[in-house]
């Protein structure tokens, strides 16, 4: 598959979800369909190993106009098929397909998805946190895209864990490179990396990120590629970041 191909059908949701069935089938993925929005059936993956602590949370395409996040996590994961049964996950591919489809950050009621997890009246995001009701993850990785960052950049919750960000970073500089500007989205950043303490009080809504960090994972990452970047490298960056996860959580405590 060339990325002018890749090109052409990144937002094509029904594609999307096609090769994230077919690979199911191939891993031997728990798949379902968790709830609707619009016409577009909303999937979840979890690799047989996953278990009630020490999983992993991969998300992507809460944006949808932030393709290489959700192209990255399908292509992440088909690459590492064979094993895939075998490493913890908990995958979303795609949480708002209609903005995929329209190249939207937003769904098709023009809310923001990623300001509305304190909120009880959206079926989606209330059907998603009740499926990640009983998990604790271990890692959570919430994939996006930013058109006015000038290299790929993440934040990361600080909490009591030991950090990942820096070596993530790494990872996905062989792609991309990082950005390094000191201050990104009016946050200090360190070579690309934006560690956060969150206070909950000041925040007037729950991304999907302070969500998980507050409720189910030891370490939340939020990275970011420059969507105005060339498509192919910035998929490699997602996939690189994924991976590197991946690997630091079988060493990290
Ligand atoms: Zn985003």
């Not at 191939?26 to 016409?39: I, M, P, Q, S, W």
Request: with cysteine; aromatic share 12%.
């Amino acid at each position: 598959m060339n990325f002018d191909f890749q090109g052409h059908r990144v937002h094509d949701y029904r594609f999307l979800s096609k090769r994230w069935l077919q690979l199911a089938r191939k891993a031997r993925l728990h798949g379902l369909v968790y709830n609707t929005a619009d016409e577009f059936e909303l999937l979840c993956f979890r690799s047989p190993a996953l278990q009630s602590s020490g999983g992993i949370y991969l998300s992507a395409g809460i944006h949808g106009d932030e393709p290489a996040a959700t192209e990255g996590l399908y292509q992440w994961a088909e690459l590492h098929s064979s094993i895939l049964r075998e490493i913890p996950v908990m995958i979303f591919p795609c949480l708002n397909p209609w903005g995929l489809v329209h190249n939207r950050r937003t769904d098709s009621e023009n809310r923001d998805l990623n300001r509305c997890y304190h909120l009880d009246d959206i079926p989606q995001i209330t059907a998603q946190k009740e499926l990640m009701r009983d998990y604790r993850f271990r890692i959570a990785m919430c994939l996006h895209e930013d058109y006015d960052a000038q290299g790929v950049y993440l934040y990361e919750v600080r909490q009591k864990r030991s950090t990942l960000g820096r070596e993530l970073l790494a990872a996905a500089g062989y792609y991309v490179p990082i950005d390094a500007r000191r201050t990104i989205e009016g946050r200090r950043a360190e070579q690309g990396w934006i560690a956060r303490k969150i206070n909950l009080k000041k925040f007037p809504f729950i991304a999907e990120a302070i969500y998980l960090a507050f409720n189910h994972s030891e370490r939340t990452i939020t990275a970011e590629t420059p969507s105005e970047y060339e498509l192919g490298p910035r998929i490699q960056a997602h996939i690189a970041m994924i991976q590197r996860a991946i690997e630091l959580s079988f060493v990290i405590w």
